[in-house]
């Protein structure tokens, strides 16, 4: 056996708990989708302010994916990027910060740059219920992902490093 292999690296660690955090955002975020975003979704569609029910199977351009699974995917990528930009928040101010996240940085995005490819008005043609609906499904998956986070990203009892 060589030094190298009996010495331990104190980084190794640090990043096996950022693979873990990563990872778990990942699943929160693929997860949240079917249990925050999609009900939300549904209950908007039942009082009428969108016209697309929740959890549909249509399938979607180009490589015709579900729609379910392709926002599935989304939303786990999604949750990555939110787990790297929150990796410091802990407890309420996480889910707090997720919520925030979730229904700033996705909407935006929807948009603009996923509008301006499928064709469509920027801002949801500046209709408020477009707009509202597109906050309130996606500050639900940050809720979603961040109470993920919160319960099953770090081992217990660890909090995030100031």
Avoid: C
Wanted: cysteine-free.
């Amino acid at each position: 056996m060589t030094t190298h292999a009996l010495t331990h690296d104190p980084h190794d660690h640090e990043h096996a708990s950022l693979a873990r955090w990563i990872a778990v955002g990942a699943v929160s975020g693929a997860l949240a989708v079917i249990v925050f975003h999609q009900p939300v979704a549904g209950l908007l569609h039942a009082v009428g302010l969108t016209p697309r029910a929740p959890y549909s199977m249509q399938p979607t351009s180009p490589f015709g994916v579900a729609q379910l699974w392709s926002i599935v995917f989304w939303g786990a990528l999604w949750g990555v990027a939110l787990a790297a930009a929150l990796r410091r928040f802990a407890g309420a101010s996480l889910i707090a910060a997720a919520t925030i996240f979730g229904a700033i940085l996705p909407s935006l995005v929807a948009w603009t740059v996923v509008a301006s490819l499928k064709g469509q008005p920027l801002f949801a043609g500046g209709a408020a219920a477009g707009i509202a609906v597109g906050l309130l499904v996606n500050a639900a998956w940050g809720l979603g992902t961040g109470i993920g986070l919160t319960l099953l990203g770090r081992p217990h009892g660890r909090l995030a490093a100031t």
